[in-house]
């Protein structure tokens, strides 16, 4: 075998399976909610860090990790979607918003009897969810 043959043949056998896996491997990962006040059991029906600045800067922190293992895959890097999935940037920060992103995130979603996104409920806590979406809301449009 060439050496050229060779970097080929490495190429293919480690470089591609890394860029399949660029956005994460598609199964849910936990996220390290340390730093932030915590928010019991009964979930919140609005944003709880929205407004609390010393919370916010933390939050948003802790989202992007989140949502960067959990979220970019389909919604896009920094939360611009490609297409794929829909734009969060474009939720508003309402109360019906919020409700509505919390539904979605713990339930899941099934379009045509598919599951287009996976359920989060079990999996990840408020405070997590609320991070992401704290950190879905400081992305510009």
Known sequence: ?????????????FAA???VLAHGDGAPQPVDTTGLE????????????????????AAIEIGSRGYNSNCARCHGLEAKS?????????LGESETEDAWFISRVLQGAVVS????MPPFEGLLNQEAIWAIRTYIDSQPD
């Open 38 to 57: 915590p928010l019991g059991d009964e979930w919140r029906g609005t944003n709880p860090y929205r407004d609390d600045a010393k919370q916010k800067a």
């Open 113 to 116: 009897g598919r599951q287009k």
């Open 17 to 19: 399976p890394t860029a």
């Open 82 to 90: 490609g297409g794929m999935a829909p734009d969060l940037r474009e």
């Open 1 to 13: 075998m060439t050496l050229r043959a060779a970097v080929v043949a490495f190429a293919i056998l």
